[in-house]
């Protein structure tokens, strides 16, 4: 009865630790599937964030295409830029005249014979102050010509500059 016993005991003790043991293999499983499934849908989330941010990014793109950069720098540390619409024959007097109606600024210009126009002043900051004048540059470049004369494309990025002449 004695050995009955014991192995009854043994028994239980055996079974006991098969049931832990079981019960561990299946919680690591459990957690090592919830593992999986988070690293799926983390990818999927990755995936699908990038994608949206290529679509903006494209979105972003063409309408940069499709405008105009206008950039006024006041030489002041006081920089603002602009998107704008292109209307036909456009050059970056005719957008600046524009843009002042529309933000509420003044410009003052001078026409020059033969030369085209000399803006001396963009929202009462004169050429002459701290022997800055108002320069303009398209694309980076500083053009040879008049801002009426210059013409501006879709796409362009215009800036003026209140800073000493190069000249």
Known sequence: MCSML????????????????????????????????????????????????NITEGIIRKIQQEKVLYIIDKGNGNINSYQISLPQNSTVFSLLEELAKRENFKVESKVYEGMGVFVESIDGVKNGTEKKYWQYWVNSELPPVAADKKEVKKGDKVEWKFAPSPF
């Open 6 to 53: 014991g192995k009854f005991m043994l028994q239980r003790k055996i079974n006991s630790k098969l049931a832990w043991i079981v019960l561990v293999a299946f919680l690591v499983g459990v957690i090592y599937l919830f593992s999986i499934e988070f690293l799926f849908f983390r990818q999927e989330i990755k995936n699908l964030t990038q994608e949206e941010k």
